[in-house]
């Protein structure tokens, strides 16, 4: 019987590469208005190196950036990058089709919901608060919580934990067959394979079930619950 359905929450709840990708965009343009003097694909060329070196929620990449390039941070520049980041971040943080119905058909079912997600707390809790899904969730992980990411299992046992179920009665939904997927499986969960977010054009995910629609959830859902 599944009492509960555990989310990532990236690229499974929200489209984070789209929203990422239209909020450096703007970030560029507006940096290169601003004066800063390189060409839009030379300073993508940079971002995208930082960001690899010290991963896609390093907070401060404008301002390495910069300091790379004038030994110091131009502030006027600065400035004009993080308010057109966080101006087109929030117009491009928008959930997945048929996300927040399938939320509310799994509350009806008597679902307990959480998310495990690798971001940090912060970004996490922001996203989820802007998304005005902050109240939805019984349970939220993230890296701070256990100090290991996907597919390590200790969110997954700290999340059953949290909601108060065994293994086999909570179903794992993710993106990332390596990090979501495994990581599940490891600790006994069922698994669903979020094919919809994939980015690794993925072939076969390893997963019990694959979702090209979020709302196949509610299906999937009512039949591990009425088999036998």
């Known amino acids: 019987m599944i009492k509960a359905v555990i989310f990532d929450l990236d690229n499974t709840l929200v489209d984070f590469m789209k929203m990422k990708a239209e909020a450096i965009d703007a970030a560029i343009n507006a940096m ?8 839009y694909d030379e300073t993508k060329k940079r971002i ?6 010290k991963g896609i929620e390093f907070q401060y990449v ?10 110091r941070v131009d502030y006027k520049i600065l400035s004009a990058g993080v308010v057109a980041y966080r101006r087109a971040r929030e117009a491009a943080l928008v959930p997945y089709p048929h996300v ?16 495990i997600s690798d971001a940090p707390t912060r970004e996490a809790w922001l996203r ?22 996907k597919p390590n299992p200790a969110p997954f ?5 949290k909601l108060g179920v065994k293994p086999h009665e909570a179903l794992m939904v993710g993106d990332w067959a390596e990090r979501d997927i495994i990581g599940a499986k490891k600790v006994g969960m069922k698994t669903v394979f979020a094919r919809y977010g994939d980015t690794f054009n ?7 079930y694959d ?5 196949e959830i509610v299906g999937i859902i009512k039949r591990e619950n009425t088999v036998g």
Do not use: H, P, Q, W
């Not at 927040?100 to 998310?115: C, D, F, H, W």
């Not at 979702?211 to 709302?215: E, G, S, Y």
């Open 32 to 39: 290169i208005d601003a004066g800063l003097d390189m060409s």
């Open 48 to 53: 995208d190196a930082i960001y690899k070196e």
């Open 62 to 71: 404008f301002d390495s950036l910069l300091s790379d390039i004038f030994d």
């Open 100 to 115: 927040y119905i399938t939320l509310y058909e799994l509350l009806k079912l008597g679902m307990r919901l959480a998310v």
């Open 128 to 149: 989820l608060t802007y998304l005005n899904m902050n109240n939805v969730f019984d349970v939220v992980v993230t890296f701070e919580d256990t100090k290991e990411l």
């Open 157 to 161: 046992k700290f999340a059953l934990d």
């Open 202 to 208: 993925t072939g076969v995910s390893g997963g019990d």
């Open 211 to 215: 979702a090209n629609d979020i709302r």
